[in-house]
């Protein structure tokens, strides 16, 4: 068996992270045969709560469990980790004005990434949950710049399967037959669900099988873009299991590749040159990955349609930046 990963997962006392745990630590993520050492991050004020993680974590008699350290201190929990997953960040209350919830954050962000620079492994692969997810990522990849900034993505795959499982049930197909569907931009009721490139399995094009322009274009594009406002008006609480699960599949997929012919969506660095995106930004777009490395997919074609919507996310971005 091989050597044990050292996994991060921030927050870890919350309902995502209590959500994640069990699929990290069962080899739901990594594969059956690799061990992992979990460390886990939270508050002070959550440190009895996350005692008792640890204690289910311990119950659940799991083989490839090699250790569980629990912790407020994150220059222990990322100590030479493989992979960070920063999902602990501040909630957005009533009455918070969105520069005040990315200010508080900026100062989150900043200190976890200063963390990961200090003790984490350069090769540590960092995915950024915690919302503002886009802008929190840059700010933790500024923070560590002796880290690649192609190791640090943010996550906008609970938006592609929320995408992907409105296709499946208006087509009748299985999730897993819809394929090629593009996060563009933020995670936020900007982002932009594109499927003028998506498929069927089969090959027929969505936009062919759904032939119903003005709903895709309409109710479906927003119904993304709120989704998680609606779980959170139904359940009183925001998204966890899903989100755990988006979590899963986006790791999966950085740790394992991409299947030939099919892209999944990531926010990652823009460098200026795909797509009209501004540099400096992280952006979600359509990747490819192979060998743990993502690739931007290059040469699609975008409508005016699709590109105004592009811009419009991208502003938000630029926006948020100019704030945090």
């Not at 886990?40 to 119950?59: F, H, K, R, S, T």
């Not at 997810?133 to 002796?146: E, Q, R, V």
């Not at 932009?192 to 090959?203: A, I, K, N, R």
């Not at 274009?217 to 359940?235: E, L, P, Y």
Request: contains cysteine; aromatic residues 6%; proline residues 4%.
């Amino acid at each position: 068996m091989s050597e044990p990963l050292r996994v991060c997962i921030t927050g870890a006392a919350g309902q995502i992270g209590y959500a994640l745990l069990l699929a990290v630590a069962n080899g739901d993520v990594f594969g059956k045969d690799q061990p992992i050492v979990l460390l886990l991050l939270d508050i002070e004020p959550m440190m009895i709560a996350l005692g008792g993680v640890a204690m289910e974590l311990q119950d659940c008699a799991l083989p490839l469990l090699k250790d569980v350290v629990t912790t407020a201190d994150p220059l222990v929990s990322f100590k030479d980790v493989d992979v960070a997953i920063l999902v602990g960040a501040m909630p957005r209350r009533e009455g918070m004005l969105r520069k005040d919830l990315l200010k508080a954050n900026a100062g989150i962000f900043s200190a976890q990434g200063k963390a990961l620079n200090e003790v984490a492994k350069k090769t540590v692969k960092i995915l950024v949950v915690g919302n503002p997810a886009n802008t929190n990522c840059l700010i933790a990849m500024k923070n560590a710049p002796s880290i690649p900034a192609a190791n640090f993505t943010c996550m906008t795959r609970l938006d592609q399967n929320r995408a992907q499982a409105q296709i499946a049930a208006r087509c009748s197909v299985r999730c897993d037959q819809v394929s090629n569907v593009i996060i563009w931009g933020n995670h936020s009721s900007t982002q932009y669900p594109d499927v003028s490139h998506g498929q069927l399995e089969g090959g027929q094009t969505i936009v062919a099988a759904v032939k119903d322009d003005d709903w895709l274009r309409g109710d479906f594009i927003t119904t993304i873009q709120k989704r998680g406002a609606a779980v959170i008006a139904a359940r009183k609480l925001s998204s966890a299991l899903s989100a755990a699960k988006a979590i899963c599949d986006h790791v999966r997929d950085w740790w394992f590749g991409t299947k030939p012919g099919q892209w999944v969506s990531m926010g990652v660095l823009s460098d200026g040159s795909h797509y009209g995106i501004p540099e400096g930004l992280v952006y979600s777009v359509p990747v490819q990955i192979a060998n743990q490395t993502w690739k931007i997919v290059d040469g699609l074609e975008i409508s005016e349609f699709s590109r105004e919507k592009m811009k419009t996310t991208a502003d938000e971005l630029v926006e948020e930046r100019s704030e945090e």
